[in-house]
Nanobody
């Protein structure tokens, strides 16, 4: 069992930056691949970024490539999503999730989820 808690969301103007954190409980965090997802009102939950258990490989949705950076510090049981050059269309609730094996873009493949943190980007 892994418990995840996101933090770092808030209101930011377009062009600004935010860093989201995902703190995990349990000793096995380093065994899981990790993903960030987001869900805007009335829309499906979309993949944003993924990182392998050791942090050596990452993947991004085209919509955030070059603006967002996913990372993790397994010594702190924490993962991060650095978001730069934010746009109004980035407004959503952001979730972190973990899964056995490698990352995947399908949210249904993830085993444990955080409660989400709201990011609002004003124009």
């Amino acid at each position: 069992q892994v418990q995840l808690v996101e933090s770092g969301g808030g209101l930011v103007q377009a062009g600004g930056s935010l860093r989201l954190s995902c703190a995990a409980s349990g000793r096995t965090f380093s065994s899981y691949a990790m993903g960030w997802f987001r869900q805007a009102p009335g829309k499906e939950r979309d993949f944003v970024a993924g990182i392998t258990s050791g942090g050596g490989n990452t993947i991004y949705a085209d919509s955030v490539k070059g603006r967002f950076t996913i990372s993790r510090d397994n010594t702190k049981n924490t993962a991060y999503l650095q978001m730069n050059t934010l746009k109004p269309e980035d407004t959503a609730v952001y979730y972190c999730a973990v899964k056995w094996g490698s990352y995947h873009v399908n949210p249904a493949t993830y085993d444990f989820w955080g409660q989400g943190t709201l990011v609002t980007v004003s124009s």
